[in-house]
């Protein structure tokens, strides 16, 4: 049964009147996009560095505490991500949860990404810029079929990822994807912003939980470029030290809860 504009406007108002509270109860403001070009990294902090060719995919195990930078040294491609629980890999990211939970769809330095759980995944804890997106997911065999020729894509990039851990396509959760710059317009449609990209863009996630992560470099479903041509990126995992202080743990009491909910599970 359709609903009334009148019980349209009600749900609204009182999606808004949450939003509003929560919001209100965030202790911190979210810095600022991060500085380009991003520092070094230790030579003895580094535990794996990898280059991502285009097209292709990577997987990898970390431990909580541990750092993911993903850096567009060479230049712009999109790079999507998904991620399971390493104690149970029926908990894995939650990209509804992530949004929902924090009011926003920004994908933004000192925001954090949630397991479908309720608990905190990932930290983020440097982010040149605000354009990626937790919306649309990665592309398909069907998405690419503008391309020319033969072309990879996320979604079977990640059913070979799911296959090596054992797990198959049904295990392939909601995907992010960096450096994607997806907003939503004035009339619900997904729109490619490029003023949201920078040079040299980098964004790098901190463990919160023991896990596994898969990458894959595609182009993203939206991505205006006629050719197929995603560019290298480099992935580098590293040890970062945790301040007592850390924005991402209290900038939201969304946060905050989450970090609860992964101190109960480690106890």
Not at 15 to 39: D, T
Not at 125 to 139: I, P, Q, R, V, W
Not at 217 to 225: E, F, R, V
Request: some cysteine; hydrophobic content about 40%.
């Amino acid at each position: 049964m359709s609903r009334t504009a009148e019980q349209i406007a009600a749900d609204r108002a009182r999606y808004e009147e949450h939003q509003r509270k929560g919001l209100e109860n965030a202790p911190r403001a979210l810095p600022g996009p991060s500085a380009i070009p991003a520092p070094p990294i230790a030579d003895d902090g580094v535990i794996h560095r990898e280059t991502l060719p285009g097209g292709w995919y990577w997987w990898s195990r970390m431990r909580a505490g541990e750092s993911l930078r993903i850096a567009q040294d060479a230049g712009p491609s999109a790079i999507a991500m998904t991620a399971w629980s390493l104690a149970d890999a029926s908990e894995r990211l939650n990209l509804p949860d992530t949004i929902k939970m924090q009011w926003t769809t920004a994908i933004e330095r000192g925001r954090v990404l949630f397991t479908d759980m309720g608990r905190v995944m990932f930290s983020i804890t440097e982010a040149g810029s605000t354009g990626h997106d937790g919306l649309m997911g990665g592309s398909t065999a069907a998405s690419n079929t503008r391309y020319a020729g033969e072309t990879r894509n996320t979604r079977d990039n990640l059913i070979l990822v799911a296959a090596k851990l054992g797990l198959d396509r049904r295990d392939i959760a909601s995907v992010v994807s960096f450096f994607a710059p997806v907003r939503v317009d004035g009339a619900g449609q997904f729109e490619w912003q490029p003023a949201l990209q920078r040079q040299g863009d980098f964004i790098e996630l901190r463990a919160e939980m023991d896990l596994t992560i898969a990458l894959s470099n595609c182009p993203h479903p939206l991505d205006p470029n006629p050719d197929y041509a995603p560019l290298p990126v480099q992935v580098t995992r590293f040890r970062a030290a945790v301040v007592a202080d850390d924005l991402c743990r209290t900038a939201t009491a969304e946060a905050v809860r989450g970090f609860e909910n992964n101190a109960m599970q480690i106890a």
